[in-house]
């Protein structure tokens, strides 16, 4: 039996009646003679509600027709159905919103929407094109948003495909097709559910830009969703200024002025912190014996971390001296880096790297500083081995 789809006539049906043919044996699967759940599809989730008193936890496509997966049984053949309807609106506010952003972002940018996502918290659209300027960003939510006060009509029809003309896209697939218009501006293949007009939209919010195998992807609210999240992000930036002590408009150039103070300090510890290194390692040099051949050599073991740069910086101020060499090793994950003086006609990027190999490690580096992993401890201890510590 075809399930007749209520959603396709009146997405404003809220509650209505109807009767189970079909259930799974453990009445936790439904199927109606008609319904005004909406199943998840073309980028928009399933409807939830209740039927028969049984919260709806999914509603599934099954072509002829629609399966409703309830958290508990339903023994009865005629049902009460409730549409959550909070739910239920915002779907249709972030759809419809979709479908007037898409046309603004057509007639702007000559952006094609390739893909669309309905989110819990926001919605995204894949746009086939290389980049979307924050200029054009701002010209398309403007352009929207004048067309949501215009409160222009958003009605549905139903066309075969061969007769189906001036959609913004060409269909995937044929027979009979349910048109989505807004009034002058958009006609669109569509199953999903809509408002009446753009105004019910409500306001929308276009918000972040991200690449996304070759498309750009925008993310986008509408209606009360909008709201809230310019509220939160009004607050943050209220919190903001509040620790500036300033105004909102003066805050964002303070908090550049700190990022760039904050980076130029960093850049400086980061110098002074590889100069000490240097030096300690020079001292360490110093506080070396030399062993029979002449050669100071030294090794440091660390239990957990890594080869950072006050390490290296310190291997490299050990070996600036002549006949030197410095090995230092991390047990966890295992890691070990090796570095020569220059007069020690030894290179060190070419040693390590066939050490490491030998235990099925990767690494390597210049001819006077080489680092590099290996899968176990055992494996570290061989190459040390390999490199003169036992």
């Given at each position: 039996m075809i399930t007749t789809r209520l959603y396709q006539q009146d997405a404003y049906l809220a509650e209505f009646t109807a009767h189970i043919v079909d259930r799974s044996e453990d009445g936790r699967r439904l199927y109606l003679?008609?319904?005004?759940f909406y199943p998840a599809s073309g980028g928009q989730p399933h409807d939830t509600g209740e039927i028969a008193g049984a919260p709806v936890l999914d509603v599934v496509d099954e072509e002829r027709r629609v399966a409703h997966v309830v958290a508990s049984p339903v023994a009865e053949v005629e049902v009460a159905c409730r549409i959550d309807w909070e739910r239920r609106f915002d779907h249709m506010q972030q759809h419809s919103g979709q479908h007037l952003l898409s046309a603004v972002l057509l007639e702007l940018s000559g952006a094609q929407t390739v893909g669309f996502h309905l989110?819990?918290?926001?919605?995204?659209?894949?746009?086939?094109?290389?980049?979307?300027?924050?200029?054009?960003?701002?010209?398309a939510e403007e352009l929207a948003n004048r067309q949501v006060t215009r409160n222009l009509p958003v009605t549905?029809?139903?066309?075969?495909?061969?007769?189906?003309?001036?959609?913004?896209?060409?269909?995937?697939r044929e027979g009979m097709l349910r048109i989505v218009s807004i009034e002058g501006l958009d006609r669109s293949a569509c199953g999903g559910t809509h408002v009446r007009a753009t105004g019910e939209i409500g306001p929308i919010l276009l918000r972040r830009l991200d690449k996304v195998r070759g498309n750009v992807r925008?993310?986008?609210l509408c209606g009360m969703r909008a709201v809230r999240r310019a509220r939160r992000d009004f607050d943050g930036l209220a919190r903001i200024a509040r620790g500036f002590s300033s105004t909102l408009e003066e805050a964002p150039a303070l908090a550049a002025g700190q990022q760039e103070a904050l980076q130029a300090s960093e850049k400086a510890r980061r110098r002074a912190a590889g100069e000490l290194a240097r030096y300690r390692g020079?001292?360490?040099?110093?506080?070396?014996?030399p062993g029979p051949d002449g050669v100071r050599r030294t090794l440091l073991r660390r239990p957990s971390g890594s080869l950072d740069e006050e390490l290296r910086a310190q291997a490299q101020g050990f070996v600036s001296a002549p006949k030197a060499s410095f090995v230092a090793a991390v047990e966890d994950p295992p890691a070990v880096l090796l570095a020569v003086s220059a007069d020690l006609g030894v290179n060190a990027g070419a040693t390590l790297k066939d050490l490491l190999a030998r235990r099925g490690g990767r690494g390597g580096g210049n001819a006077q500083l080489a680092q590099g992993t290996v899968a176990s401890r055992e494996a570290l201890a061989a190459v040390l081995a390999g490199l003169g510590w036992a």
């Open positions: 003679d008609r319904t005004a989110g819990s918290e926001s919605s995204t659209i894949d746009l086939s094109v290389d980049e979307l300027r924050p200029e054009d960003v701002l010209a549905t029809s139903f066309q075969p495909s061969a007769e189906a003309t001036d959609l913004r896209r060409a269909p995937d925008l993310e986008f020079r001292e360490l040099y110093g506080a070396t014996a």
